[in-house]
């Protein structure tokens, strides 16, 4: 017997107590329904909504106070780098032991953002590549806490297609040194290279933009690429260009929510390298959708398919003539070094790295420091300290140049 519909249903009732003048108890006899149906269906023509039951979570409800914490949370961490489902979930697993589903706890966050109005959308393509035939790089941006102070670093990331592999390392600009740098430290982390590498039109790789895929490259990023034999294409520019490295773009933002969040507090740029570089090692026994085997046993197949390497690696730093000051320092970038005192007045070779500044006299290094953020004011960014990256205005401009007063202005105290 097929199973009727409730509108049908009602109708029946309804007609049959209109024609035949039948009391509930009896329509509900004939029917085979409840005499509170009957009553429903005699007050409206259509059936109410069937109201979900409130089943208890008895696993999920310890932890609810945990999730609306961590979500809450978000509205203040930096956009790139607030929760997701997953990572909530693999919080919980890793900071307090749960015993709960992924799924579970999607559901429960969806409710949450529900009520929070913080909508996410995310949609992804999935793709094919031949081992060892390319990679793409991009920059990323993420929040730190530095030394005290929060800061806003760029993250130099390399993927490569195949297997998914992926390299990281942060960084206080995104200087042509440290584009290159970058590159350098990911051939040697995969031991190998890539036939072809994909870029958006970087300044430390790009010049200018020419008509349809013609590009003026730089002669530091040319040499790169002659020195470990790869490839390069460039995305169109804007939006025509954005889904053509889709694959760094998606491993930047997830790099920054698996590891970066909450926002780590660290003491130096090297530990936080320590901490991205756990952070890839972990990330090398994850599954990527629809593959059975993790990302480090697909990349041992993809590792014998890469270019060797070249027998030196490419120096990555730049060198440059400049002056020291009568206060023993020398301005590289906006930025003020120190350097002994004997030199003052001299002019000496400055040795530019994407993390280090050298001065050099002659052959010998008379002083090496780690580059610190460009001379700028920002939100994030604590004010800088006195006489270190800006000069006094208040003074008069042979003062701040440190050439003393003049005649002038000694008979104007007078």
Same mark, same amino acid.
């Given at each position: ?55 208890? +979570?008895?696993?999920?409800?310890? *932890?609810?106070?945990? $999730? @609306?914490? *961590? #979500?809450?949370?978000? !509205? ?12 909530? *979930? ?34 992804? $393509? ?11 790089? @991009?920059?990323?941006? +993420?929040?730190? *806490? ?11 990331? &390399? ?14 600009? /995104?200087?042509?040194?440290?584009? #290159? ?15 072809? $590498? ?17 590009? $003026? ?6 040499? #790169? ?25 998606? /491993? ?16 130096? &740029? ?12 972990r990330d090398d026994e994850r599954f990527i959708?629809? !593959? ?18 070249? =027998?030196?690696?490419?120096?990555? =730093? ?9 206060? =023993? ?11 002994p005192a004997a030199h003052v007045g001299k ?7 994407? /993390? ?13 420091? +780690?580059?610190?953020?460009?001379? !700028?004011?920002?939100?994030? #960014? ?9 000069? @006094? ?15 002038? @202005?000694?008979?104007r105290r007078a």
């Open positions: 017997m097929p199973k009727r519909s409730k509108v049908k249903l009602y109708e029946q009732i309804r007609r049959s107590h209109e024609r035949e003048q039948l009391s509930v108890r009896e329509l509900a006899r004939r029917f085979h329904v409840h005499r509170r149906d009957v009553r429903l269906a005699l007050a409206s023509a259509v059936p109410p909504e069937r109201k979900a039951p409130q089943r208890p +979570a008895p696993v999920l409800d310890r *932890w609810k106070p945990t $999730i @609306d914490t *961590w #979500l809450e949370g978000d !509205r203040f961490a930096p956009p790139k780098q607030r929760h997701t489902a997953r990572r909530v *979930w693999q919080r919980l697993v890793e900071e307090h032991g749960a015993q709960v589903g992924e799924s579970t706890v999607r559901r429960y966050v969806g409710e949450v953002r529900r009520r929070m109005e913080v909508p996410l959308v995310e949609v992804m $393509i999935p793709q094919h590549h031949p081992l060892g035939e390319e990679a793409e790089v @991009d920059f990323g941006t +993420a929040s730190v *806490w530095l030394a005290g102070a929060l800061v806003e670093v760029s993250v130099f990331v &390399m993927r490569l297609l195949a297997s998914g592999r992926g390299y990281a390392r942060a960084y206080l600009n /995104e200087g042509q040194e440290v584009f #290159l740098d970058g590159h350098v430290r990911a051939f040697q982390h995969f031991a190998g290279v890539p036939r072809r $590498i994909r870029y958006d039109n970087l300044k430390a790789a790009v010049e200018r933009v020419l008509k349809g895929r013609d590009r $003026i490259e730089s002669d530091r990023f040319v040499a #790169l690429r002659s020195h470990y034999r790869f490839d390069s294409f460039f995305c169109q520019p804007g939006i025509k260009g954005s889904h053509e490295k889709g694959g760094v773009e998606g /491993e930047v933002g997830r790099f920054r929510r698996r590891h970066l969040v909450p926002v780590p507090r660290v003491a130096t &740029m090297a530990e936080l390298n320590e901490v991205l570089a756990a952070g890839a090692a959708a629809q !593959r059975r085997i993790t990302v480090a046993e697909h990349f041992a197949l993809e590792a014998h398919t890469l270019r060797p390497l070249p =027998s030196e690696a490419f120096d990555c =730093s730049v060198v440059a003539s400049h002056r020291v000051d009568r206060k =023993s320092r020398v301005s590289v970038r906006g930025c003020l070094y120190s350097v002019r000496l070779e400055v040795r530019v790295g994407a /993390e280090t500044v050298e001065v050099l006299a002659g052959a010998a290094v008379v002083a090496r420091h +780690a580059r610190v953020p460009q001379r !700028r004011r920002g939100p994030g #960014l604590g004010p800088l300290p006195r006489g270190v990256g800006h000069q @006094d205005r208040r003074l008069p401009r042979r003062h701040r140049l440190g050439e003393g007063p003049s005649r002038r @202005d000694v008979r």
